[in-house]
């Protein structure tokens, strides 16, 4: 009895049409019936990295509300000048008004 060994490649898959891609990626790439892409792959979903802000919260000494504490900020604090990036100015509940910067330094410097 004599024992041959097949020399078959198991990982790759026929080629699509002679375009040099296997199946696998070339329907990866490919738009659904009705004209939208493909949803995300997990690994993409979870390799993906939010970015962090640093926040930072004012409270008004004069019992002001949140809206003319807002606009007391915009009209007095100018962040072009100071080079300061404001991600967002957020109203909360019970008065206080937070302010989202991208690094600590920012944060210091509207402090």
Do not use: F
Not at 63 to 90: A, C, F, Q, Y
């Amino acid at each position: 009895m004599e024992i041959r060994e097949a020399n078959l490649s198991r990982g790759s898959l026929p080629s699509s049409g002679g375009k040099g891609q296997n199946i696998a990626t070339a329907h990866h790439n490919q738009l659904t019936p009705s004209g939208r892409p493909k949803k995300k792959l997990y690994s993409e979903v979870v390799s993906a990295r939010e970015e962090k802000r640093y926040k930072l919260m004012v409270k008004s000494k004069l019992d002001l509300s949140t809206e003319e504490v807002k606009t007391t900020l915009r009209t007095n604090v100018n962040p072009t000048t100071m080079k300061v990036g404001i991600r967002s100015l957020k109203s909360l509940k019970d008065g206080r008004v937070l302010i989202e910067a991208g690094t600590t330094e920012e944060i210091n410097k509207l402090k």
